[in-house]
């Protein structure tokens, strides 16, 4: 990586640092900007999921209220960069003050989760890249015509990831699966252990957002029906209508699909195993979006049928422009990719006025960038 892309990175690192602050100067008008792009796409507000479709706001708990508000595109999903946020555990783990906050298990388990998805240049890992491709495919088997799935840990305990559309899966797999071993005798669910690993992963990238996470979801080891996932040869319009069957609309798929900015492939075309959808795949960098559409790309860089579809769609070019405009890329897409992320992470779950908050547990961003890339 050159010194000018490392001097833009950090710029936009720097602005993501203050960005995500409430303090922030404009801040407030660009959340509002977000948040009325995202009124506009669908002419109406955001669709509420679950209970809280349902409750009035004098019956919600304050985690109930926050989600509603994310929901809604009324709040950013990203939790300010700042060193008060981190959570400190009240003991040691297996302690009793420990026992008595939900939250002291899940510092302990975002600690190792973090440790294990960094390389010693400071870039995340192909685990990392994993975890968070296996928290889309645990959420995203579900539909608003199912009567089950979603977020709750199927995909391992009904052994799910074996299956041709989750192949590239394997080795976070297994790993989860010893993470559970671990950590569920001492209360951690499948599910929440899926997307805590989503979200630890995410902001283990170099300029990856620290999304908010949630705890407190079911289980299930009932499998769900296959073929609710999307394929790389699917073609736009397919891929549109998939993801709003699951009430993610245009503007949120195309902030979601933002994570193929970390990924590299190896069954879409095994000749090419291990090449990456953009020059940067150990960085969360918003570069993905120019270098998707870039015909000039590195011959090493794969891009997915399915990616080059959305981008040429034409109603989803207004977002793809708002995440590859050099003035606030990386700002605009981590928040809205946050905001998607947290609906596609609680699909499914009934009870969402029940969770409980633990972003504190997750580490803070990650600025560390290998020079000598
Ligand atoms: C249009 C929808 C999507 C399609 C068609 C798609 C397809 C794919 C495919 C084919 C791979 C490569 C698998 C392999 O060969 O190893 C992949 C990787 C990946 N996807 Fe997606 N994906 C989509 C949406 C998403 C979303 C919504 C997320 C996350 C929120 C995501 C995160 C990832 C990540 C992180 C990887 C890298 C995995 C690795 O390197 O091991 N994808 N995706």
New binding site residues.
Partial sequence: MGVKTLFKLSLAFAAGLSGTSWAYPGMGKTLEDLSSLATRQTGSQPELLADLAALDDDALSPVGWTIKQILLANRTAVQPHDPNTVYSPPGPLGSRACRRDTCCLWKYVADEMAQDFLESSGECN?LA??A??LG?HDAGSWSKSASSGGADGSIILAGEWRRNEN??LESIARQMQLWYDKWHPQGAGMADLIQMASNVAAVSCPLGPRVRSFVGRPDSSRPEPANLL???N?DAAS?VALFEDKTIVLRELIA??G??T???????DPAMAGAPQDTTPGVWDASWYNETLDETSPPQVFR?E?DLA?ARYPGAQQFWKSFENPANEQFAWNNAYAGA?VR?SLLGVESLNDLEECTGVLPLPNNRVSSSR
């Fill in positions: 192909d890249r994993q968070v491709r889309f192949r590239g999307p394929g790389p699917d891929l979601l699909i994570a193929h970390t990924s590299t492939q190896r069954f879409v997915f399915s959305l992320y596609l």
